[in-house]
């Protein structure tokens, strides 16, 4: 039943994910959320209006530095819902590190698309590496303009 | 503090809380330099090389002292600024630190706030008129799964665990990672101690459930390094999963 209201709403349900990720104002990252990283590949010409859907396509998340490594995903979009999270860097300089991202990227890409489906505001229990993964994720979902 | 933090503001845009929003970035900012133990030029990094005494560091640093000797004793030794031979009070110093931003947004207007540091989560008022804040555990075994969620208006919610960084909280009876539990969660009203107080749970295992039933206005859920799971009486969360 909720499952089914959730579909019917998915827009606004997808309103409350990104309302849970977004930080109003960055404490003092703006900066580097708003350099960095590459264009969005579908090349949207810009923006889209506040309100509307934005354009289907995968869109890159800025680099961001944690204190073990880079972190960096992209994101797509399809009518207006997130779909996938591809990593595309994370920390690898050591074997502890490697396992690390084995097991905790799939958790946190299965994290951001439940906490999709299951209407949350924020998640408790992340940390260090998932700080980098949500601010990356947060600067592709910017780029995409939800 | 190596971690970062988010503010999730759910009232109007005033220029007062605007201004609010600054002023709590702000005193983030201060607190890591306060209190980091990273930098070895922070009062706490230097008090506890004994170059500096209490004394001669800010006041804030004798107030967060005898905030963690209080919860020492309430958890009875389980939560410990000097697990590791050091001193490092950053247990306490990151709810402690959320939650006083949160009182700087809602003295200046914004009562229905979601202050994030790390995971650990101090919440104001409600998510939306008539919807409480719903806020999900993430699961320290199954890829993908939150284990639980919790629903409730003015509330805390901290995680301690293992599932990302491997043991990093050490027994501070042993000095040894302790591995009972795979992760609790506590609910409280005051992110201070109930950041702490889930520290000390989880540095407690199987016998944190004891602890957690007898204690007032917190409640705890956890998942055992078997993959079972249990919660306090009061505990506010959805049972049998998010879904």
């Known amino acids: ?146 | 503090m190596g971690t970062v933090f988010s503010f999730d503001i759910r009232d109007a845009r005033t220029p007062a809380v605007e201004s609010a929003l600054g002023d709590a970035v702000a005193w983030l900012h201060h607190v890591d330099a306060v209190f980091s133990t990273y930098r070895a030029d922070s009062p706490v990094s230097r008090l506890a090389r004994g170059e500096i005494g209490l004394g001669e560091c800010p006041a804030l640093v004798r107030e967060v002292l005898d905030l963690c000797e209080r919860v020492g004793h309430a958890t009875d030794g389980w939560f410990s600024i000097t697990a590791n031979g050091g001193l490092d009070p950053t247990g306490l110093v990151k709810g402690w630190a959320v939650e006083r931003a949160a009182q700087i947004l809602r003295a200046a207007g914004a009562h229905h706030t979601c202050v994030n540091g790390g995971g650990d989560l101090q919440l104001s008022g409600e998510a939306a008129p008539g919807m409480p804040w719903r806020i999900g555990i993430a699961h320290p075994h199954r890829p993908g799964d939150l284990c639980t969620v919790v629903t409730g208006r003015d509330l805390a919610v901290a995680t301690s665990g293992t599932a990302e960084r491997g043991a990093h909280i050490l027994d501070p009876h042993t000095g040894t990672p302790v591995t009972g539990l795979a992760s609790v969660t506590v609910v409280g009203r005051s992110l201070t101690t109930t950041d702490a107080y889930a520290t000390a749970a989880f540095a407690m295992g199987a016998g944190a459930r004891d602890w957690l039933a007898g204690l007032d206005g917190h409640e705890g859920f956890a998942v055992a390094r078997d993959g079972g799971t249990w919660h306090t009486r009061g505990f506010p969360g959805t049972p049998g999963g998010p879904r």
């Open chain 1, 1 to 146: 039943m909720r499952r089914a209201v959730l579909t019917a709403a998915s827009t606004s349900a997808l309103v409350v994910l990104l309302l849970s990720l977004k930080p109003h104002q960055p404490a003092g990252l703006t900066g580097d959320l708003a350099q960095g990283g590459s264009a969005p590949s579908p090349s949207p010409t810009s923006r889209p209006p506040h309100g509307t859907h934005p354009a289907n396509g995968t869109y890159t998340g800025a680099p961001v530095d944690t204190q073990y490594g880079t972190v960096q995903v992209a994101a797509t979009v399809h009518a207006g819902r997130l779909t996938a999270v591809k990593v595309l860097h994370a920390p690898s300089d050591n074997g502890r590190d490697q396992e690390i991202a084995a097991y905790a990227l799939p958790r946190l890409t299965q994290e951001a698309l439940s906490a999709h489906s299951a209407a949350i505001d924020a998640v408790s229990g992340a940390s260090y590496t998932s700080a980098g993964y949500i601010r990356s994720l947060q600067s592709a979902l910017d780029r995409a303009g939800v």
